[in-house]
C-alpha cells in the first residue's frame, strides 16, 4: 500500500515537471525574441548617437532605423559588398537636403545632398509612388547599386531595385543616379521647390561624380517614406 502510495506520488511528480516545461516554452521564445529585437535596437540606437556627422544634418532616427533594419539584412545575404549606405528621406521638403551617404565602417556621414524625386511623384513634396513604367514616378525600397556608365545626363549610376511590386522593376525603368542642372540652390530660389525627374535620383551636378564613385558596385541605397 505504501509503494503504490509513492508511485502515485512520483507519478504526479514527474507529470507536473513535464508539464511545467512544456508550458514554459514558448514564454522562453519569445523572451528570446525580445532579446534579438532589444539587441538590435539598442546597435542602432548606439550607432545613429555616435554618427560623426561632419557638420550635416543627422536623419530622422525613424528612417535610420527602417535603413539599418534592410541593410543588415541584405549584409547577412552577402547580397551587398560595403560598409555604404544611401539613405534618402521622401517624407521630407525637395528644398531640403534629404539625402545622406553614410560610411557605417567608420560611423561618419560623407555627404549631404538634394535630391529630386519623379515629376508624377509630387510637386514640393514626394507622396504618390510606383514601379510601373513610364509612370515618371519615384520608388521606395531597397536598390543594390550597380554599374556607371556616360549617358545623357553625363556619368550616372544603374539601380536594381530589391523589393519585389515596389521597386522591382528600376532597371527596366532606367531608375539610375545622376546628376541634372534643376537640382540646385539657384533652381529652388527661381521656382520654390527642386526640379522633378522622371522617377530617378538626380543630385547636384557638382557633386555626382563624387557619390557615385563613393556608392557604386554593390552598396545599399534606401528610399523612404512613412508607411
Same mark, same amino acid.
Given at each position: 500500500m505504501i509503494y503504490k502510495t509513492i508511485s502515485i506520488l512520483l507519478i504526479g511528480f514527474f507529470s507536473f515537471v513535464i508539464n511545467a516545461n512544456l508550458s514554459s516554452k514558448p514564454e522562453s521564445s519569445t523572451l528570446v525574441m525580445a532579446t534579438v529585437d532589444n539587441s538590435f535596437e539598442t546597435n542602432v540606437e548606439s550607432i545613429y548617437n555616435n554618427l560623426n556627422t561632419n557638420n550635416f544634418s543627422l536623419p530622422s532616427k525613424n528612417s535610420f532605423t527602417k535603413a539599418m533594419e534592410g541593410y543588415f539584412e541584405l549584409k547577412k545575404k552577402d547580397i551587398i559588398q560595403n560598409e555604404i549606405l544611401t539613405l534618402v528621406d521622401y517624407s521630407l521638403s525637395s528644398i531640403e537636403n534629404r539625402l545622406w551617404v553614410i560610411d557605417l565602417k567608420n560611423n561618419t556621414i560623407l555627404f549631404q545632398s538634394l535630391v529630386s524625386h519623379g515629376r508624377?511623384?509630387?510637386?514640393? @513634396?514626394?507622396?504618390? @509612388?510606383?514601379?510601373?513604367?513610364?509612370?515618371?514616378?519615384?520608388?521606395? $525600397?531597397?536598390?543594390?547599386? =550597380?554599374?556607371?556608365? @556616360? =549617358?545623357?545626363? =553625363?556619368?550616372?549610376? %544603374?539601380?536594381?531595385?530589391?523589393?519585389? $511590386?515596389?521597386?522591382?522593376?528600376? %532597371?527596366? %525603368?532606367?531608375?539610375?543616379?545622376?546628376?541634372?542642372?534643376?537640382?540646385?540652390?539657384?533652381?529652388?530660389?527661381?521656382? =520654390? %521647390?527642386?526640379?522633378?525627374?522622371?522617377?530617378?535620383?538626380a543630385l547636384i551636378k557638382e557633386l555626382t561624380k563624387e557619390v557615385i564613385d563613393t556608392i557604386k558596385n554593390k552598396s545599399c541605397i534606401f528610399v523612404y517614406y512613412p508607411s
Open positions: 508624377n511623384s509630387g510637386d514640393e @513634396f514626394a507622396n504618390i @509612388f510606383s514601379n510601373k513604367p513610364e509612370s515618371y514616378k519615384s520608388s521606395l $525600397g531597397f536598390y543594390l547599386t =550597380g554599374e556607371t556608365y @556616360f =549617358g545623357k545626363h =553625363g556619368y550616372s549610376l %544603374r539601380l536594381d531595385g530589391l523589393d519585389k $511590386g515596389v521597386n522591382s522593376n528600376a %532597371r527596366d %525603368r532606367a531608375i539610375v543616379v545622376h546628376g541634372a542642372d534643376y537640382v540646385s540652390e539657384s533652381f529652388i530660389e527661381q521656382n =520654390g %521647390r527642386l526640379g522633378r525627374s522622371l522617377g530617378c535620383l
